[in-house]
């Protein structure tokens, strides 16, 4: 009920009375456009899905905003943590990992030091205990250097990047490899 009392009030923009209704969930697949398309019912797995898509791209588009407030930054960061917590209801260790690499991006972009470590280790422990590897592996590594990078830990910072360079090495795609060192590039201090 809760679910799906959420869902209604955050399609319809305000408080639906019908809060504790027990109807199943609905999402209007309609647009400003086409208000008149029928509800298209969710089941909460779906629900929890959509909502951990969308709030993963929602975070993403406030991370490359050039002209982000201080109030989108609060909005990335709980953007950031909402989707994760519902990859946690209906995800994989693979989207467990990379939402926890997207909190890390999210608090180093902020110059948050300690966040963006705790999130970048808990990426790259889901990482070893999953076996994930090619990209991912590598951006593990990246958020390690990257948080380290931040909290002046040049030592582990290096440590960091040189892992996550063997992973860029282990990378078969051209572009993919080029991507991910350019991504290297970003790391304050640890441009060359």
């Given at each position: ?17 019908a ?24 089941t ?6 959509k ?9 993403w ?45 999210v ?28 990209f ?39 572009e ?17």
């Amino acid at each position: 009920m809760i679910v799906a009392g959420l869902l209604t009030l955050m399609l319809s923009g305000g408080l639906n009375p019908a809060f504790a209704d027990p109807e199943p969930v609905k999402e209007s697949t309609g647009s400003a456009t086409m208000p008149d398309e029928s509800p298209k019912t969710l089941t909460e797995e779906q629900f929890h899905k959509k909502m951990a898509v969308d709030l993963f791209n929602h975070t993403w588009d406030l991370m490359d905003k050039p002209d982000r407030t201080p109030e989108d930054d609060i909005e990335m960061v709980h953007s950031a943590h909402a989707s994760r917590w519902h990859w946690g209801k209906v995800g994989t260790p693979l989207n467990f990992q990379r939402g926890e690499w997207q909190v890390s991006r999210v608090y180093a972009i902020l110059k948050r030091a300690e966040p963006a470590l705790y999130h970048a280790q808990r990426c790259l422990a889901l990482t070893e205990t999953n076996d994930i590897s090619g990209f991912d592996l590598g951006f593990a590594h990246e958020a390690t250097a990257r948080a380290h990078a931040i909290a002046g830990n040049d030592a582990e910072a290096a440590k960091g990047m040189k892992l996550a360079r063997a992973a860029a090495g282990q990378l078969e795609k051209k572009e993919d490899r080029e991507y991910f060192e350019g991504e290297l590039k970003t790391i304050p201090g640890w441009g060359n």
